[in-house]
């Protein structure tokens, strides 16, 4: 619902142009956000390519703690990834440690509410050759503010494309 956008929003007043600031998200969520939340500079979308009709390609692409719940992630990376954006930032994304790829069970403790997700962890080369296979190169590598565990490490990363395919 934007909190990326409200956590750097006095940065974001200080750039000297105007941005415009996209959110994909789920339909019910895409709905709330602009009847709710939205303003001259942050607004709601269900989709990538809705976003781009509306505004234009993005300069950056923010994908934050989203991909490792998603079913078909290598279906969206592609479509994004083919979108030549100049800077895509992945944050708060979990990779085995050792190697390999999982899919495990989350548990949302019943303080914040009664939930459970399917939660995917990467294998790193695997995912990180989805960029470089798509022109990108690694600018930084950070680990993000998850902790990690016995079975992953949670990580971010900031890409620049380089060329186009």
């Not at 030549?84 to 790829?101: K, L, M, N, S, Y």
């Not at 190169?137 to 890409?159: C, H, M, Q, S, Y």
Request: no cysteine.
């Amino acid at each position: 619902m934007g909190s990326t956008y409200f956590q750097n929003k006095k940065f974001l007043d200080g750039i000297p142009h105007k941005i415009s600031y996209g959110v994909v998200e789920q339909s019910h969520y895409v709905d709330v956000g602009n009847e709710q939340i939205s303003d001259e500079n942050l607004s709601f979308y269900k989709n990538i390519t809705d976003y781009i009709a509306d505004i234009g390609k993005p300069h950056l692409l923010i994908l934050n703690g989203v991909l490792q719940y998603l079913e078909n992630y290598s279906d969206l990376l592609k479509d994004i990834l083919s979108k030549d954006i100049e800077f895509i930032v992945i944050d708060r994304t979990p990779f085995v440690a050792g190697g390999g790829e999982r899919i495990m069970i989350q548990n949302v403790p019943e303080t914040i509410y009664a939930a459970r997700y399917p939660h995917r962890l990467f294998q790193k080369s695997e995912f990180l050759a989805n960029f470089t296979n798509h022109g990108y190169e690694v600018l930084e590598g950070f680990k993000a503010i998850d902790n990690g565990n016995e079975f992953a490490t949670w990580e971010g990363f900031i890409f620049a494309k380089t060329k186009s395919n």
